[in-house]
């Protein structure tokens, strides 16, 4: 479903800022995995989703998504097939657009648009049953603006409209980090129901390592702009934080130290 052939990436190049952010990633998912992405701060986790999404474009390298290459699409493009889910919750919704208007404008990604009225009926029972299910009573808020609701329900939301259209790739930055507790175990929970009924190939970048454990089939670890650990199946669920810092340890040839991912 998505395969990265030797991706480079650097930032400010030629000059003495140059930071190589990504070097020579070499990936590949099939369809229906879910892989969590772990490493410290600079490791190039966010640059390689914003590489995929089209944000940044590659230097080298080929991107592949359902076997067609998008490395030089432009990120609008690339959307038609992609979902995403950042790490501040303000920036999947539209601030000022009512709930079912946000869900509206998902449902139409990759679509042609028409001239004809916005929201049906039967979109309406359409949103009003999916929001039920995230059991956060936003089902009875549809007409209310995104900018009221709190950042977790602000999240939920986000996630919801990044797989209405069923994406081939759903990818999440951190998506819970800015979170407090309470709230972004409830939106993992989300995440793994609807990860889980969709059967949705999916990239999640996160700090906490439990959760790096806990979640998904398979589980890669960068550093330095590379992947250093790639690990699946019942291998990955055997594994706990401190063998995941050990392998931290082997794979760079460093000590670990990185104080977000030890507290998380």
Request: hydrophobic residues 40%; glycine residues 10%; contains cysteine.
């Amino acid at each position: 479903m998505l395969t990265l052939a030797n991706v480079n990436k650097s930032f400010n190049r030629g000059t003495v800022n140059e930071k190589r952010a990504l070097e020579d990633i070499g990936l590949h998912l099939d369809e229906g995995d879910f892989v969590t992405v772990i490493g410290g701060n600079g490791a190039g986790k966010s640059t390689m989703l914003n590489v995929i999404a089209g944000v940044y474009p590659v230097d080298s390298g080929t991107i592949l998504i359902d076997d067609t290459n998008i490395s030089l699409w432009p990120e609008h493009k690339r959307a038609q097939f992609i979902g995403r889910v950042f790490q501040d919750p303000m920036r999947g919704t539209a601030s000022n657009m009512e709930i079912q208007e946000n869900l509206a404008l998902a449902l139409r990604r990759g679509h042609r648009r028409g001239l004809s009225w916005g929201i049906r009926a039967a979109e309406k029972e359409l949103y009003y049953g999916l929001l039920c299910k995230l059991g956060l009573g936003l089902q009875e808020r549809m007409g209310a603006k995104a900018g009221l609701l709190s950042g977790g329900q602000r999240q939920a939301l986000t996630l919801l409209m990044a797989t209405l259209e069923r994406p081939k790739l759903l990818l999440l930055d951190e998506h819970t980090a800015a979170l407090d507790p309470k709230t972004a175990k409830k939106v993992l929970e989300l995440t793994q129901e609807i990860v889980g009924e969709q059967k949705l190939t999916t990239l999640m970048v996160t700090h906490n390592m439990k959760d790096a454990i806990a979640l998904g089939n398979r589980l890669i670890m960068m550093h330095e702009g590379r992947i250093i650990y790639d690990v699946r199946g019942d291998e990955k669920a055997q594994l706990r934080v401190d063998d995941l810092m050990r392998k931290f340890e082997e794979a760079s040839g460093g000590e670990f130290a990185n104080d977000r991912m030890m507290l998380a």
